[in-house]
């Protein structure tokens, strides 16, 4: 079981993470904008929560098992009045099924999610049952074929891209995915793929890319291009994005 505590304490505190949800967001965005959702379900919000970036909607249910990251959501909700748009249901997704089963989402986000849980198939089942034949179900992890894996696997530091990294022991990560085994996942889990990418090539760890930061030898204009260097390197983005709809066979 995780340790949720220990989990919230350690994600709070990871270096250059903001910028990873910052590009993390922004594929997301443009998921919002090409299928424009009215009732959003979103698994795991942390601590940014994914309203800022849903420019317009009817509905966002949040369900979120960690206190730490229900409490600072539900104090930016009353800050930007949202609480008419916005439900928060502080449990795991698998006690939340009943509670919010009433919805019709158009969208459901697993945000950084499967790679963390101990039973990811599962839990596309549990979210299998709560969405339409419509809905689309966004789920984005962390790339086993990332570059930065890539190039610590060709210098000697790790025997396998699937190796788990420092950050992923940290926060208690169960899982390291390609396209491949990412795709084989949601398609046992009763999914069809309709879309798939990578997104934001990231050429060193986390922390090697704060260093370069804090430094000024990297800028956001370099991790603008950076994000867009997917055009030329499809499959080496530091996460992996799939959308899906629930299968009816």
Do not use: W
Request: with cysteine; proline share 3%.
């Amino acid at each position: 079981m995780r340790d949720l505590k220990d989990y919230q304490e350690k994600y709070a505190s990871l270096a250059f993470e903001d910028y990873q949800v910052h590009y993390r967001k922004k594929c997301m965005k443009a998921c919002f904008d090409q299928y424009k959702p009215r009732v959003v379900l979103e698994i795991g919000c942390g601590l940014e929560p994914i309203y800022d970036v849903l420019t317009s909607f009817d509905k966002l249910v949040i369900v979120e098992p960690a206190q730490m990251f229900v409490d600072h959501a539900l104090a930016d909700i009353r800050k930007k009045g949202l609480e008419d748009r916005v439900d928060v249901f502080p449990l795991l997704m698998e006690d939340a099924k009943t509670k919010i089963a009433g919805y019709n989402f158009d969208m459901v986000l697993m945000s950084g999610l499967l790679n963390e849980v101990p039973d990811p198939k599962g839990m596309l089942e549990v979210v299998r049952d709560v969405v339409g034949k419509d809905t689309i179900v966004h789920v984005n992890v962390a790339n086993a074929n990332s570059f930065h894996r890539l190039l610590a696997l060709e210098m000697g530091l790790i025997n396998s891209t699937f190796e788990k990294s420092q950050q992923q022991l940290l926060l208690q990560g169960n899982t390291v995915y390609d396209k491949h085994t990412l795709a084989k996942l949601v398609t046992d889990a009763g999914f069809d793929i309709v879309e798939a990418g990578s997104y934001f090539v990231k050429p060193f760890t986390h922390k090697q890319m704060k260093q370069l930061m804090d430094t000024g030898i990297a800028d956001e204009r370099m991790l603008d291009g950076l994000y867009a260097m997917t055009k030329y390197m499809p499959d080496m983005g530091s996460e992996i994005f799939v959308n899906l709809k629930r299968n009816n066979r």
